[in-house]
Structures are given as structure tokens and as C-alpha cells.
Nanobody, 127 residues
Framework: QAQLVESGGGLVQAGGSLRLSCAASGRTFRNYVMGWFRQAPGKEREIVALISWSAGNTYYADSVKGRFAISRDNAKNTVYLQMNSLKPEDTGVYYC????????????????????WGQGTQVTVSS
């Protein structure tokens, strides 16, 4: 059974950095768009960053552009999210996800296209 496991979350002061990892197992996700989402208390889950199956294209939410970087290592079946210049509003549970169908595009991100999810990792940024 396919499984996504996030790690790397924690407590950090504003301006600090964290690197999240998402390890996939059970099957390869190399042909699938992968992404990071987050959910703050009382808010809906939102897209943070997406990366195409070839790693040639990425998408970022406006709120994280220039601060976050998504990458993937298909040989290791792992996706990363480097988060720099963290702000208190970045606080939330961060989820890794994979699209349900292969060969997708990051040009038109739709949360409903993602059918495989990890359990989430908490990121807390203190002011």
C-alpha cells in the first residue's frame, strides 16, 4: 500500500529555516506531481508548493514565493520543502501529497487532484 511519511517539522523562531522531507513507499511516485499543503487551525488546507514529475516545473503560493523551495529526488522517492525566512503565519500542519493520476501538470493546481496524503508534520513559528 502506498504511503507518504513527512518529517522535519518543529518549532522555530521567526526568520529561521526548516527542511521538510516526504518519503514515499509502497510504490513509486516518480511519474506524479507531488506537493506540499498546509492547514492552520480553523482554516482550510491550502496548497503551498507543487513540483512536476520531471522536477522541471514548480508552483508556489504567493505567500511563500521567494522563501520556500520544493525539490524531489525520484531515485529516493522523496520530496523536500526548504523553508527559509519563516513567519508566524507559516504555522500549521504540513502535508505531503501525490496526484491520483500520473503525468499531470502544475500549471493549474487543484487540491482535489491529490489522492495520496501523508499524516502531516507540525510546523510552529514563534514571533
Amino acid at each position: 500500500q502506498a504511503q507518504l511519511v513527512e518529517s522535519g517539522g518543529g518549532l522555530v523562531q521567526a526568520g529561521g529555516s526548516l527542511r521538510l522531507s516526504c518519503a514515499a513507499s509502497g510504490r513509486t511516485f516518480r511519474n506524479y506531481v507531488m506537493g506540499w499543503f498546509r492547514q492552520a487551525p480553523g482554516k482550510e488546507r491550502e496548497i503551498v508548493a507543487l513540483i512536476s514529475w520531471s522536477a522541471g516545473n514548480t508552483y508556489y503560493a504567493d505567500s511563500v514565493k521567494g522563501r520556500f523551495a520544493i525539490s524531489r529526488d525520484n531515485a529516493k522517492n522523496t520530496v523536500y520543502l526548504q523553508m527559509n525566512s519563516l513567519k508566524p503565519e507559516d504555522t500549521g500542519v504540513y502535508y505531503c501529497a501525490a496526484e491520483t493520476h500520473p503525468w499531470g501538470t502544475v500549471a493549474t493546481p487543484v487540491r482535489a487532484d491529490f489522492g495520496s496524503w501523508g499524516q502531516g508534520t507540525q510546523v510552529t513559528v514563534s514571533s
